[in-house]
């Protein structure tokens, strides 16, 4: 019976036994006397050292012939080592190949050189074996984990809602359509339609993390065709303030569990920010931009610009901008206009800096004017039924608002591309691997 098995971080306090360690030959070098194979596995790094004289020559020789990247088994007895960079290495008894690398590889994982973005997604599998680009997953599992027991200790019920539609909830530029039997439907650009349903259902507070759809033509670093949305939607919500310090909660807590689970190795982005983030009525920023005539959504420029100028006044990167007019949302027909002033919502974003993470506010829950808002953004209330009866029997007051995870993810890990933030992202052109 070989040994058991043992990961890299294992060794150190392993000094002395008879172990097997496994995983992808990343570096072979040879120093006179010594030569040293660098095995790498989920955990770490092991150095594995073979010394002229005591080591089996026959070690070398294979060590020295196989490709990087192959994966291999190694047996040996494990020793603390001062000279070792890790502080242990293990001395190996016997080598076994059980799959060899092709060669040369794609691209490399150790070397210093900088790859293309493309090229790293074209052979993904390989990139995502470097340390530093799979701690960006492990870093979005932590905020994964956050969001989830943030909204759990908030009373929120996680749904799974359907993917397969016979309607679009974001407008009709960005659906995927889909061969559905012969019939028509599409890919789910968010969950809004049943998150607002199971209002309806009496469900109180519910969330859905799950990917959402978009056709989004556009190749930017912050727009991908499939990404990860947060959903969250609560019944009687005290205006849209209560939805934003919702979201403003969500957002420190993710971060608090993020730092812990992390411990000393969390980076400065993670820091808390402080809170209230800052509240900016659309019109307000409208006026810092210097915009006149009527209120039209802000294009990327304008979200520089006002980064910029938050920035000065208030040294704050998160911040909320509020109370959209109803003609920039005049395609959001589940938004609820303000009862004072129809034409002001009480829809918000939350951005940070430059980009935004998450749009919500109060919904429409009287059926006669949700009605009258599908058929002002130029929608026809019968292709809504389903949705419809939700309001025939009884719906109560409700707001929530959709977060962009994999934008979070960016921020958090400081990546320069929404990409990076996705195992396999999907965009315009790209559909694979
Ligand atoms: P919205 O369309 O603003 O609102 O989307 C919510 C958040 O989802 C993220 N997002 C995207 N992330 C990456 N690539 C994309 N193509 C993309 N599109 C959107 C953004 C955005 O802020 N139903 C409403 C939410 C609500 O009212 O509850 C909605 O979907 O971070």
Redesign the pocket.
């Known amino acids: 019976m070989p040994p058991p098995r043992r990961l890299a971080r294992e060794l150190a306090q392993l000094d002395g036994a008879t172990v097997r360690i496994g995983g992808h030959l990343e570096d072979y070098r040879a120093l006179g006397g010594v030569a040293f194979a660098l095995v790498r596995d989920g955990s770490g790094t092991s150095q594995v050292t073979l010394k002229k004289g005591v080591s089996d020559p026959a070690l070398f020789e294979l060590l020295s012939s196989l490709p990087r990247e192959s994966v291999v088994l190694v047996e040996g007895r494990v020793q603390l080592s001062q000279k070792s960079n890790r502080g242990v290495e293990l001395l190996p008894t016997t080598v076994s190949v059980v799959s060899r690398s092709e060669s040369p590889l794609p691209l490399g994982i150790i070397d210093k050189v900088p790859t293309e973005l493309d090229t790293r997604l074209n052979h993904r599998v390989i990139d995502l074996r470097k340390p530093e680009v799979r701690g960006i997953f492990e870093l979005r599992a932590h905020i994964l984990a956050g969001l989830r027991s943030a909204l759990a200790s908030e009373g929120f019920l996680e749904v799974e809602t359907p993917k397969l539609l016979r309607q679009g ?2 407008g009709g530029a960005t659906l995927f359509a889909v061969d559905y039997f012969g019939e028509q439907a599409y890919l789910a650009q ?1 969950p ?1 339609l049943y998150k607002q349903m199971l209002i309806s259902s009496g469900f109180e507070r519910v969330f859905e993390i799950a990917p959402a759809f ?1 056709a ?1 033509p556009s190749d930017t670093v ?3 065709t499939e ?1 990860t ?1 947060l ?1 969250a939607e609560m019944a009687f919500p005290d205006g849209a303030e209560a939805i934003r310090a919702l979201l403003e909660t969500v957002v420190l807590q993710a971060l608090a569990h993020t730092r812990t689970a992390l411990g000393p190795s969390a980076s400065e982005r993670l820091a808390a920010p402080s809170t209230p983030f800052p509240r900016i009525p659309f019109a307000e920023a409208a006026g810092w931009l210097g915009r006149s005539g009527p209120p039209r959504d802000l294009g990327a420029d304008d979200e520089k610009r006002l980064a910029e100028v938050v920035q000065e006044k208030f040294g704050a990167p998160y911040y909320f901008l509020t109370e959209f007019p109803t003609s920039v949302k005049a395609k959001t027909f589940y938004a609820e206009r303000q009862e004072s002033d129809p034409s002001l919502t009480g829809y918000f974003d939350l951005y940070h800096r430059d980009l ?6 109060p919904r429409e829950h009287r059926l006669d004017r949700l009605e009258a808002n599908l058929r002002s953004a130029g929608l026809d209330p019968s292709g809504f039924a389903s949705y419809l009866e939700a309001f025939r029997f009884g719906m109560p007051p409700h707001g ?5 995870v ?2 979070l993810v960016k921020v958090l890990a400081g990546l320069p591309n ?1 990409r990076e933030s996705r195992l396999f992202p999907r965009d315009r052109y790209r559909l694979e691997p």
């Open positions: 909830a974001e968010s809004q978009r989004e912050r727009h991908i990404f949305s959903d935004e993470l998450a749009s919500g506010g929530g608002f959709g977060f962009g994999d934008r929404i």
